[in-house]
């Protein structure tokens, strides 16, 4: 089981920045991932971006590419999701999501632990 808890959403304007975290409770072995997701009102959860072990390898949605950044601690339990540039159509509940291996690294329900997400708003 791995508890994933994520924190550092909030109120920004746009154009602001914020960074989110996702810490984990354990850490896995073998290949595995982390993916962000995030969920509008009335829409469907969506890809954002994600980060897997051992190899680095980062994953980014056409949306945000250029404007957020995955990105790990050493120790591989923290992931961090910073994001830049923000507008308004980012706004959304944010999820963290772990799983082993990395094919099909955008789809959900690939997904087998969630975190309870973190709210981004951001004002026009």
């Known amino acids: 089981q791995v508890q994933l808890v994520e924190s550092g959403g909030g109120l920004v304007q746009a154009g602001g920045s914020l960074r989110l975290s996702c810490a984990a409770s354990?850490?896995?072995?073998?290949?595995?991932?982390i993916g962000w997701f995030r969920q509008a009102p009335g829409k469907e959860r969506d890809f954002v971006a994600a980060?897997?072990?051992?190899?680095?390898?980062?994953y980014y949605a056409d949306s945000v590419k250029g404007r957020f950044t995955v990105s790990r601690d050493n120790a591989g339990n923290t992931v961090y999701l910073q994001m830049n540039s923000l507008r308004a159509e980012d706004t959304a509940v944010y999820y963290c999501?772990?799983?082993?291996?990395?094919?099909?690294?955008?789809?959900?329900?690939?997904?087998?632990?969630w975190g309870q997400g973190t709210q981004v708003t951001v004002s026009s």
């Open positions: 999501a772990a799983r082993d291996g990395y094919t099909s690294y955008g789809q959900p329900n690939k997904y087998d632990y």
């Open positions: 354990r850490r896995t072995f073998g290949d595995y991932t």
């Open positions: 980060i897997n072990w051992p190899y680095a390898n980062r």
